[in-house]
């Protein structure tokens, strides 16, 4: 797997894995402000945490000020600057004419700690990332011994894309698709394998001699596993602009 701190594909992909994020947040000893329905950290807060300086974090927001916005970091302002320091005037600690302060919630704040290089702490919390997403494609796919793809370096980054990709699909069907609740899904995905395969799973599965409880994704290459990944994001891409 790429290393996180230089992938930015890589860092989205593991922050869209909710259940290692779900897990981290348990693991990691970290007291936030629950605001507006959602754990908030100041640029001190995270600073402490990841045992750095202020400055330090500031360098990185304005360097990945995108990426960090479109994880959850925000400036708060106006009505919400008011209620936040009516709620925490201790905690934060600002000046009566602070009119902005930046808040990471806590997927913004996963997301410093998989950018900065200068943390020891940070590069702990990476490795925590890391066990988990493992974690989670190992029960997901029955364990890490079972077929030979798993020996491919590759493989982790392809299975932590796959999945994420595939939820953008079935997202898209759920909401766009008319159809049977269930029987939908596996329709379009044997559409996906004949485009792909030339053949529907079932028929993938007869010639890969599967029995009914193995699952064919679990049985491909990372290179395989990626295009069938890559295209059925796009089919969910597809059938959402369709709509």
Same mark, same amino acid.
């Given at each position: 797997?790429? &290393?996180?701190?230089?992938?930015?594909?890589?860092?989205?992909?593991?922050?869209?894995?909710?259940?290692?994020?779900?897990?981290? !947040?348990?693991?990691?000893?970290?007291?936030?402000?629950?605001?507006?329905?959602?754990?908030?950290?100041?640029?001190?807060?995270?600073? &402490?945490?990841?045992?750095?300086?202020?400055?330090?974090?500031?360098?990185?927001?304005?360097?990945?000020?995108?990426?960090?916005?479109?994880?959850?970091?925000?400036?708060?302002?106006?009505?919400?600057?008011?209620?936040?320091?009516?709620?925490?005037?201790?905690?934060?600690?600002?000046?009566?004419?602070?009119? !902005?302060? *930046?808040?990471?919630?806590?997927?913004?704040?996963?997301?410093?700690?998989?950018?900065?290089?200068?943390?020891?702490?940070?590069?702990?919390?990476?490795?925590?990332?890391?066990?988990?997403?493992?974690?989670?494609?190992?029960?997901?796919?029955?364990? *890490?011994?079972?077929?030979?793809?798993?020996?491919?370096?590759?493989?982790?980054?392809?299975?932590?894309?796959?999945?994420?990709?595939?939820?953008?699909?079935?997202?898209?069907?759920? !909401?766009?698709?008319?159809?049977?609740?269930?029987?939908?899904?596996? !329709?379009?995905? &044997?559409?996906?394998?004949?485009?792909?395969?030339?053949?529907?799973?079932?028929?993938?599965?007869?010639?890969?001699?599967?029995?009914?409880? &193995?699952?064919?994704?679990?049985?491909?290459?990372?290179?395989?596993?990626?295009?069938?990944?890559?295209?059925?994001?796009?089919? *969910?891409?597809?059938?959402?602009?369709?709509?």
């Amino acid at each position: 797997m790429k &290393d996180l701190t230089i992938s930015n594909i890589e860092r989205q992909n593991v922050l869209n894995n909710r259940f290692a994020v779900s897990k981290v !947040q348990e693991h990691l000893d970290i007291e936030g402000m629950l605001f507006a329905g959602e754990y908030r950290f100041t640029k001190k807060m995270v600073a &402490d945490f990841y045992e750095v300086e202020e400055r330090t974090i500031e360098r990185y927001l304005e360097k990945h000020s995108d990426e960090l916005s479109a994880n959850g970091y925000v400036l708060c302002k106006g009505k919400h600057l008011k209620e936040l320091k009516l709620q925490f005037a201790p905690v934060i600690n600002v000046g009566s004419k602070t009119t !902005q302060l *930046g808040l990471f919630n806590f997927r913004s704040f996963l997301d410093m700690g998989m950018l900065l290089t200068e943390s020891e702490k940070a590069r702990k919390v990476r490795s925590l990332i890391l066990d988990f997403v493992i974690t989670t494609i190992n029960e997901k796919t029955g364990g *890490g011994t079972k077929y030979i793809n798993r020996r491919d370096v590759h493989y982790l980054p392809a299975a932590i894309t796959e999945e994420n990709y595939r939820k953008n699909l079935t997202s898209a069907i759920n !909401q766009y698709v008319d159809g049977h609740p269930t029987y939908k899904y596996p !329709q379009i995905t &044997d559409f996906i394998y004949k485009a792909v395969f030339k053949e529907n799973a079932k028929e993938y599965r007869e010639v890969l001699k599967l029995d009914s409880k &193995d699952n064919v994704r679990h049985t491909l290459y990372s290179e395989v596993l990626l295009v069938i990944s890559s295209f059925e994001n796009g089919v *969910g891409a597809a059938i959402s602009e369709r709509f």
